[in-house]
């Protein structure tokens, strides 16, 4: 489509803006924790929560549970930032999912933690951590 | 490349080379001037349209690795919003003529019947900063 003074002009709102805005202050934070010199381990298990909700994941409003004794360094340098990622028993909190449901599912690990499809500034991260791995 | 497949070997620290470096920062760059870009009243067709080449050139997807070139006449409003954030570097418009005879001499005859607009730039999800830029489009546009 060719434009012209009538062309109607995208406004982004206050949400989006937001949202990009953590998101790119979380990719900042991902580089200064790479340049810490992580294990490369636990680059690779942080660039796949990019790769997992990074279009919200196979529902488009995902959580992904993650084991924590994979990345100890990451959830350390997280500690005491609003971004702290709490760790909790997987398997007693899918077991009693899984018995207040009805259901069968599959523990999570059991040391786990979880990241939502909106958490812009930890996708942001996982993001810095993904572009790092993927293209250097 | 890397694939996140393969994992490396356990206790090694990640080397975060020059080259990465410059390349998150060049990402960081092109998200930014992206959110820039939407905010300063870009029209919808554009982002529609940028939004729609990160679709087809997302990790996984068959033209992830090309290079498009785009029709110039189609993105004045990007153009513009790249050369006043000072990224013109990035943003060369070349004639789409003198693009498809080059093609032509380098690769063969079956360039001539390429149909370029008659004023093109390249964007590429190779391209760290395109990528960036892309990425933001598209997250503002899936909302």
Redesign the interface.
Known sequence: ???NSM??????DD???T???Q??DG??SG?LW??T????????EV??IY?DLH?GGFSGTDSAYYDATHVPGFLDYLKGSPYEREVFDGVAEMADINTRQGTNFPAWPKEAFGVGFDDSFMLGFA??C??????? | MSTLATLPPRGAAFDFTISARKLTSEYLQGFQAGIAWMESSAPIAEVEAIADFYEHTRAGQSHEEATHYQDADRFLHLLASMHAQGHSRRFVIEVGSEVRAEFIRDYGPQFLTWDLPGRVFTMTALDSFDDGLATAVWQAIRG
Do not use: G
């Open positions: 489509m060719r434009q062309t109607p002009e995208w406004e982004i949400f989006a803006k949202w990009l805005l998101h790119a990719f900042r580089t790479l340049a010199k992580p294990p490369k381990t636990e680059v690779y660039a796949k790769r279009d993001n810095a993904y572009v790092a791995v993927k293209m250097r």
